[in-house]
């Protein structure tokens, strides 16, 4: 759910790269448990954006 969330404020192409960059730093690991926090936390600026979404989850 938050995944849709997040495309409904920002677009699809930002959730996407968010559950992305997820599966990239937690592997196929990534479980429904994390992906809410993750887009809690997930900053507008970076949406869209493959670099800036990338560096978010890393340091997030």
């Given at each position: 759910?938050?995944?849709?969330?997040?495309?409904?404020?920002?677009?699809?192409?930002?959730?996407?790269?968010?559950?992305?960059?997820?599966?990239?730093?937690?592997?196929?690991a990534?479980?429904?448990?994390?992906?809410p926090?993750?887009?809690?936390?997930?900053?507008?600026?970076?949406?869209g954006?493959?670099?800036?979404?990338?560096?978010?989850v890393?340091?997030?």
């Open positions: 759910m938050a995944l849709v969330v997040l495309a409904e404020e920002h677009s699809v192409e930002a959730a996407a790269l968010l559950y992305l960059a997820l599966i990239q730093v937690k592997g196929m990534v479980t429904a448990e994390l992906i926090g993750a887009a809690k936390e997930f900053p507008a600026e970076a949406a954006k493959k670099r800036a979404t990338d560096e978010a890393l340091t997030g």
